[in-house]
């Protein structure tokens, strides 16, 4: 209900520097992939780094003043901007997802596959029709289920999306 709040999932809680340009990240330890990996700050360095180095143009645009993403320790991470970014920036960056570093040190993240990247939310990729129609599946070990924010929240066991080419189709 508050358009300039966010409500964190990884983040425990956050830290502003008084110049608004550090924002230090107090992550939760409960925090997991769905392979059972921890997630970590790390994790989330790598993250925010590979986004603004390769990154879709709108992940790199919110990234542009981004000077430092640095894992200060296993559950804390910061974030230093130049102080020539938005108020919203850290707003929009905070929302980004985080992907696991062992993974796409394995798998390069500007490759082209099908196969599913290591996730943390909610829900899996379940069953792909390239162009089509892409699934998805609750998870049921999700680490965040019962974060007060979540409550309520992701009650269907499959979500479904279908695409179609044809407008008239489509409607």
């Known amino acids: 209900d508050e358009p300039d709040s966010?409500?964190?999932?990884?983040?425990k809680t956050v830290t502003v520097s008084e110049d608004r340009n550090s924002f230090e990240f107090a992550l939760r330890p409960e925090a997991r992939f769905h392979d059972g990996s921890q997630l970590t700050a790390h994790d989330a360095a790598f993250t925010y780094l590979l986004f603004k180095e390769k990154g879709y143009p709108d992940l790199?645009?919110?990234?542009?003043?981004l000077s430092e993403a640095v894992a200060v320790e296993d559950h804390t991470l910061r974030l230093?901007?130049?102080g020539k970014q938005s108020d919203r920036t850290i707003l929009n960056a905070a929302t980004f997802p985080i992907l696991s570093k062992a993974y796409f040190e394995k798998v390069p993240f500007d490759s082209s596959r099908l196969e599913q990247p290591l996730a943390s939310g909610p829900y899996k990729v379940g069953r792909i029709s390239p162009g089509r129609t892409i699934e998805y599946e609750r998870f049921g070990e999700y680490w965040g289920r019962d974060l007060p924010v979540n409550l309520g929240m992701y009650n269907f066991d499959r979500l479904r999306i279908e695409f179609y080419g044809d407008r008239q189709a489509a409607i």
């Open 6 to 11: 966010i409500y964190g999932l990884v983040a």
């Open 60 to 65: 790199q645009l919110a990234l542009t003043e």
């Open 80 to 82: 230093t901007f130049s």
